[in-house]
């Protein structure tokens, strides 16, 4: 089994901070590309920033210049750190990674979720 969990969202006020990370674990043999998606109210899951196992980013151009994503190898875990948030910042926000694992090989997978809530 493979477990992606996240923590660090709550509530802040416009213009603040919050940093998210998401750990992996189980059995797990490599991680390969590791993200944060967010989806907001009434609206589709989309692509916030990802990371591949080298360091490579890239970003949703609404939060570049704002959120920053980086990992640790070591403890297998992602994070994001989000500057300057807006209110349409708010969403929940789910963790996603590409894990090698020795029984079944290469698979894509999800977190549970964390909200992040901005007020104006």
């Known amino acids: 089994q493979v477990q992606l969990v996240e923590s660090g969202g709550g509530l802040v006020q416009t213009g603040g901070s919050l940093r998210l990370a998401c750990a992996a674990s189980g059995s797990i043999f490599r991680v390969n590309a590791m993200g944060w998606y967010r989806q907001a109210p009434g609206k589709q899951r989309e692509l916030v920033a990802r990371i591949t196992s080298y360091g490579t980013t890239n970003y949703a151009d609404s939060v570049k210049g704002r959120f920053s994503i980086s990992r640790d190898n070591a403890k297998a875990t992602v994070y994001l750190e989000m500057n300057s948030l807006k209110p349409e910042d708010t969403a929940v926000y789910y963790c996603?990674?590409?894990?090698?694992?020795?029984?079944?090989?290469?698979?894509?997978?999800w977190g549970k979720g964390t909200l992040v809530t901005v007020s104006s």
């Open positions: 996603n990674a590409d894990i090698v694992r020795p029984a079944t090989g290469a698979m894509n997978y």
